[in-house]
């Protein structure tokens, strides 16, 4: 049977923002450990015109919420980006995993031949369905989640490939 496109976005999108709690998890408990604010680490960005780890983990909610409504024609959450606290990006993720595994398999059924059409700005790109999961929004999720954690790694947060990989599903 082949991979389905339920199968190559949902599942690695919930594993991956559930990745992206458990490093929040482990920052938090660094700064305890450390005297340093969170504040500190939420606002923490790895050159000036990068988004601070509220931001990438705000892109990565939307990247994956979005490709998911761009396959499936289904009304994603809408979410106003004023998160400032780890509780509120850790709601932001649960929210974004909860609405993730409400969509069916079924929905996702027949999106790898959809055209999906992008407009950003003069970029503006046509996907086949297959194309945009695979070559689009997978990386460009990846992107913020590997950002985040590079942002908390950065940040002296002991954390490591393993951490950023989670547990094995198997």
Known sequence: ???SMYQAS?????RALNVLIALLDKAEAHAAQNGLELSTLVNARLAPDM???SGQIQRASDASKFAIKRLTGLDAPSFEDVETTFPELRKRIADTVAWLQSVPAAALEGSEGKTVQLSFGDFKPSFQGDAYLLSFALPNFYFHVTTA?????????????LDFLGPYPG
């Open 1 to 3: 049977m082949p991979l």
């Open 10 to 14: 949902i599942p690695v999108f919930v």
């Open 149 to 161: 954690y590079d942002i908390l790694r950065h940040s002296g947060v002991p954390v490591g490939k």
């Open 51 to 53: 988004y601070p780890l």
